[in-house]
């Protein structure tokens, strides 16, 4: 049976959980926080009647491992955007780990069992994968599996996967740079019935939670998309750089470049008969000198992209970098140009 479960973003306001603008995907689907109580569905529950009448979403994660309920009126919707998230910027942390016995339903209230394992977090920009140390002759991981508490969703499944050296001993690695931001769980299953559970979240990166501030006070309209990488605050830089005085609105500066990098049956083809289809007055002269900032700009920002490649800056300093030397620029031509470049980049 298909599961038709929409999803959306949502923006933690106040809450008992996570800090207030938290950012994460949940169930677009209002429940009571009855519903979540183990004993809901049982003909003698115990589900406290004023929970009948609490409704929000369901939170597969209160950052204990367990899953809980927010409130309705503590969500905020983000509005769309148009803009990657980077997988090197999320980052990961452990919520709950559990030593079990599919045999022994109390096998993992003895906390000492747990202790034989080293478990770690290991990430940067470039990797991220969860460490479990395991002791000198232990048996072998029979498989392991990966998945999305949200939605219910295997990602990845291993059979007989093998250890790695770490620090002189053996490890199993989890990589997890590659998955995106959400509630996970994994098992890592051994022989005799017993398995590890660790459940963790990967976080969307932290520039999310600054923008938040600002679209509580200036909410976008329903029919516009939002770029997180908008709003760039001040740095030193910008406040001491001057003021390029441009010989060309911004309206037409824009329309240049658009012009200028424009995809399909009109790649690298020249401006003069669109441009003056808008702008019948333009001189060949104006419309030279247009075409030339339009290419410089869009050197510029491919420049910037293949330094973000190289580990010289990061995609976000792309769009700080391209703000201060091109401030006409809208954000429809930068966002995009500087995905293209990277997409070049990498090719």
């Not at 950012?23 to 003698?44: C, G, P, T, V, Y």
């Not at 019935?193 to 923008?211: C, D, S, T, V």
């Not at 001040?234 to 012009?259: C, M, Q, S, V």
């Amino acid at each position: 049976m298909a599961n038709d479960t929409k999803y959306k973003l949502f923006f933690l306001k106040q809450n008992s959980f996570f800090d207030e603008g938290t950012l994460f995907e949940l169930a677009d689907e209002i429940i009571s926080e009855a519903s979540i109580n183990q004993s809901f569905d049982q003909r003698f529950n115990s589900v406290p009647t004023e929970l009948y009448n609490n409704f929000g979403y369901f939170l597969p994660d209160r950052g204990d491992g367990v899953s809980g309920f927010i409130k309705q009126d503590s969500v905020l919707e983000c509005p769309a955007f148009a803009e990657n998230v980077p997988p090197g910027n999320c980052l990961v942390k452990i919520t709950s780990t559990q030593y079990l016995s599919r045999a022994d339903s109390l096998f993992h209230k003895n906390v000492n069992n747990l202790r034989i394992f080293g478990i770690q977090v290991e990430q940067n920009l470039h990797y991220k994968k969860i460490v479990i140390l395991f002791p000198k002759n232990f048996p072998p991981i029979q498989s392991v599996t990966l998945k999305n508490r949200l939605k219910s969703i295997e990602n990845e499944s291993y059979e007989n996967p093998r250890l790695e050296t770490f620090d002189d001993g053996n490890a199993y690695c989890i990589h997890i740079a590659h998955i995106p931001p959400g509630f996970y769980e994994t098992e890592i299953n051994l022989p005799k019935g017993m398995f590890i559970r660790l459940r963790f979240i990967k976080f969307f990166p932290k520039y999310f939670k600054e923008k938040y501030p600002f679209i509580v006070s200036n909410p976008p309209s329903e029919t516009s998309t939002f770029y997180m990488g908008e709003f760039v605050f001040p740095t030193e830089d910008y406040l001491n750089k001057p003021l390029k005085k441009e010989k060309f609105p911004a309206d037409l500066l824009n329309l240049t470049l658009e012009l200028k990098t424009e995809w399909g049956e009109n790649f690298c083809k020249p401006i003069d008969e669109r441009i003056l289809h808008k702008f019948p007055a333009l001189t060949s002269a104006e419309i030279n000198e247009l075409d030339k900032i339009a290419g410089e700009t869009e050197s510029f920002i491919y420049h910037l992209a293949e330094q973000e490649l190289d580990g010289k800056i990061s995609e976000w300093d792309i769009v700080v970098k391209v703000r201060l030397e091109f401030p006409w620029i809208n954000d429809t031509n930068l966002f995009r140009l500087k995905n293209i470049g990277m997409f070049y980049a990498r090719r």
